[in-house]
């Protein structure tokens, strides 16, 4: 079974800076494509950025410019670079793994507060 946990969320004043970290407890080269979700209150798990196995990373628009997805193959780990942070950033931050026989992993989340 494979595990992913997350760390590195907390409370942030608005224009600071976070790095969530995600391990994994394989090979990260097992997974066709890791990413980033988060979740606010009252609303639905919505994509953040997706770094394929190949190819480009992804981002979704409200964080653009902001963040900047990336991997350590070596730590079997997945970073999320979290700049210029907005109140309306807060929110549980997920780690997904996908796997090339189309499974879906899920951490558990990290809680990321933005508030002066």
């Known amino acids: 079974q494979v595990q992913l946990v997350e760390s590195g969320g907390g409370l942030v004043q608005p224009g600071g800076s976070l790095r969530l970290s995600c391990a994994a407890s394989?090979?990260?080269?097992?997974?066709?494509?890791m990413g980033w979700y988060r979740q606010a209150p009252g609303t639905g798990r919505d994509v953040v950025a997706y770094?394929?196995?190949?190819?480009?990373?992804q981002y979704a628009d409200s964080v653009k410019g902001r963040f900047t997805i990336s991997r350590d193959s070596a730590k079997n780990t997945v970073y999320l670079q979290m700049n210029s942070l907005k109140p309306e950033d807060t929110a549980v931050y997920y780690c997904?793994?996908?796997?090339?026989?189309?499974?879906?992993?899920w951490g558990k989340g990290t809680l990321v507060t933005v508030s002066s």
């Open positions: 997904n793994a996908d796997t090339y026989d189309a499974l879906h992993y």
């Open positions: 770094i394929p196995s190949r190819g480009i990373m």
């Open positions: 394989t090979s990260i080269f097992n997974f066709k494509a």
